[in-house]
């Protein structure tokens, strides 16, 4: 068995090969090819913590995948000096079920929802999108911004965060650095770093939208992944009088995503509107349909991801000689 910690999972898991993995999650998903249970939600009261289950084993021409992986936030962590979440991937030989590989969650986690937005925005953004925004200058805000330079020539950046200190120390660490241009802008506010963009990222637990709805313009592409329960809302449930809606999975975001749900609650939407990602992928139904359109990419992860994922870092990490081998 091998265990890969956090670095040799970022060595194993490059961007531009996990966007092309989450469409081939994706168009598994919508095309029967896969198992994926909603995630089990374990409540951990005296210490206001949440523990997530997450299973997941796909099949198509081009892979086959199974993994379980755990996710625990606990929001007093912080405090203590340890990270928000902790989180781990058990990749599993699909033939058989013998455990192969353990890998550190929370990179696994911030790469593959990143290259889920990469892969969301190559197939709705504009081909010829130039500003991109992130809200939240967290790890999940930076693998947005790398996987969006990935799929689009991007010029300009604006980011936005609560704290203007981290937002600033964001453009510091990233401007310049590998396909991310020097021009990294700290927005003045919300309204601003919307209104500017062609491509939005939204990547917090805010329970409040983190932009005006009408600072939106035609044309623009949202990726919203950073609510995954009912009570947060990070993106204005007013999008979707404007916009075309989008998701990884349709049943997982009716029951775990605020903006939709409150969208449906105010007859702003209804649940036969939301069309999957790999459905787009499979000719089923239509992507981007003007250049005026609005599109929205809801995201709550699912663990067709993580289990599409460890297997490529599993199999990159094998060839670069990554992990440590223990008995089993």
């Known amino acids: 068995m091998i265990i890969l910690n956090a670095d040799a999972v970022r060595a194993a898991l490059p961007m531009s090969q996990t966007v092309e993995a989450m469409k081939q999650a994706y168009a598994a998903l919508s095309g029967g090819k896969a198992e994926v249970p909603l995630r089990t939600r374990l409540e951990i009261p005296p210490h206001e913590g949440v523990t997530l289950v997450m299973p997941a084993y796909l099949h198509t021409t081009q892979t086959?995948?199974?993994?379980?992986?755990?996710v625990s936030v606990f929001p007093g962590n912080p405090a203590r000096g340890l990270p928000l979440i902790h989180a781990a991937v058990l990749a599993m030989e699909p033939d058989t079920g013998r455990p192969l590989a353990l890998l550190e969650g929370g990179a696994l986690t911030a790469i593959r929802t990143g290259a889920a937005s990469g892969a969301a925005t190559d197939i709705l953004a504009r081909p010829d999108a130039k500003t991109v925004a992130i809200f939240g200058a967290g790890v999940q805000g930076r693998t947005q911004l790398e996987a969006v330079f990935t799929v689009r020539e991007i010029e300009t950046a604006w980011i936005f965060d609560l704290d203007r200190e981290r937002a600033q120390s964001f453009v510091d660490d990233l401007a310049g650095q590998g396909r991310i241009p020097a021009d990294l802008r700290v927005a003045a506010d919300p309204a601003e770093a919307a209104s500017l963009a062609d491509i939005i990222c939204t990547a917090t637990t805010s329970k409040v939208p983190v932009y005006p709805a009408e600072a939106i313009h035609p044309g623009t592409h949202?990726?919203?992944?950073?609510?995954?329960?009912?009570?947060?809302?990070?993106?204005?449930?007013?999008?979707?009088?404007r916009a075309r809606a989008f998701s990884d999975a349709r049943d997982a975001v009716l029951a775990e995503?605020?903006?939709?749900?409150?969208?449906?609650?105010?007859?702003?939407?209804?649940?036969?509107?939301?069309?999957?990602?790999?459905?787009?992928?499979?000719?089923?139904?239509?992507?981007?349909?003007?250049?005026?359109?609005?599109?929205?990419?809801?995201?709550?992860?699912?663990?067709?991801?993580?289990?599409?994922?460890?297997?490529?870092?599993?199999?990159?990490?094998e060839k670069m000689g990554l992990g440590h081998h223990v008995m089993w």
């Open 257 to 317: 995503a605020g903006e939709v749900i409150a969208a449906i609650e105010r007859s702003l939407l209804s649940p036969g509107e939301i069309t999957e990602l790999g459905e787009v992928l499979l000719g089923k139904r239509a992507g981007r349909t003007s250049e005026e359109q609005i599109t929205f990419f809801k995201s709550v992860g699912i663990a067709v991801q993580d289990a599409i994922a460890a297997q490529i870092a599993l199999d990159n990490a």
């Open 64 to 70: 086959e995948a199974l993994a379980v992986k755990t």
């Open 222 to 241: 949202i990726n919203g992944v950073g609510s995954y329960t009912p009570e947060m809302l990070e993106n204005p449930p007013e999008i979707y009088s």
